[in-house]
């Protein structure tokens, strides 16, 4: 995405199924990172599941491969080290407290804002990851911050 508001076409592309490590690397620091066709990726294992992201948080570029992941209602989460926000693994939706200001007995309760983290399918295989990069053709908040002048990956010169 360019910063004048176009973004790439993702239901255009067909990704395939890329290489991102192996399957004992995760399990000992709980997650790694990898460019799969030219966007960065997080590829993180909590209790047992794999669970792939954009490496940018939607709200202002934070690292999440560098955030802590928290439970919240339930859900796993990875929390952005830069501002907070928390983000579902499963699903990439950003979640946030509310509470009822007319109601001083009320309890804040967890809300979605959406699915605002593009997340990406991890498939294992002998003991390899694999991430198929998401195609679904809505335009999601992380495609800002997913390629180009953001990237925290350094390629090796």
Same mark, same amino acid.
């Given at each position: 995405?360019? %910063?004048?508001?176009?973004?790439?076409? %993702?239901?255009?592309?067909?990704?395939?199924?890329?290489?991102?490590?192996? !399957?004992? /690397?995760?399990? =000992?620091?709980?997650?790694?990172?990898?460019?799969?066709?030219?966007?960065?990726?997080?590829?993180?294992?909590?209790?047992?599941?794999?669970?792939?992201? +954009?490496?940018?948080?939607?709200?202002?570029?934070?690292? #999440?491969? #560098?955030?802590?992941?928290?439970?919240? /209602?339930?859900?796993?989460?990875?929390?952005?080290?830069?501002? *907070?926000? *928390?983000? $579902?693994?499963? $699903?990439?939706?950003?979640?946030?407290?509310?509470?009822?200001? =007319?109601?001083?007995?009320?309890?804040? =309760?967890?809300?979605?804002?959406?699915?605002?983290?593009?997340?990406?399918? !991890?498939? !294992? +295989?002998?003991?390899?990851?694999? !991430?198929? #990069?998401?195609?679904?053709?809505?335009?999601?908040?992380? +495609?800002?911050?997913?390629?180009?002048?953001?990237?925290?990956? *350094?390629?090796?010169?």
């Amino acid at each position: 995405m360019d %910063h004048n508001g176009s973004e790439e076409d %993702h239901e255009m592309k067909d990704y395939s199924s890329v290489y991102a490590g192996r !399957v004992d /690397d995760i399990k =000992k620091s709980g997650r790694i990172t990898a460019v799969i066709d030219d966007r960065e990726v997080v590829i993180f294992y909590h209790k047992g599941e794999y669970h792939a992201m +954009d490496i940018r948080c939607y709200h202002s570029g934070g690292p #999440l491969h #560098l955030g802590e992941i928290e439970e919240f /209602d339930g859900q796993p989460c990875i929390v952005c080290p830069w501002h *907070k926000y *928390k983000i $579902t693994l499963a $699903t990439g939706e950003g979640l946030y407290q509310s509470i009822n200001p =007319k109601d001083p007995s009320a309890k804040p =309760k967890w809300c979605s804002k959406g699915i605002k983290q593009r997340i990406h399918t !991890v498939t !294992v +295989d002998n003991g390899n990851i694999y !991430v198929t #990069l998401s195609n679904e053709p809505f335009k999601c908040d992380s +495609d800002f911050y997913a390629t180009g002048e953001f990237k925290v990956i *350094k390629s090796p010169s």
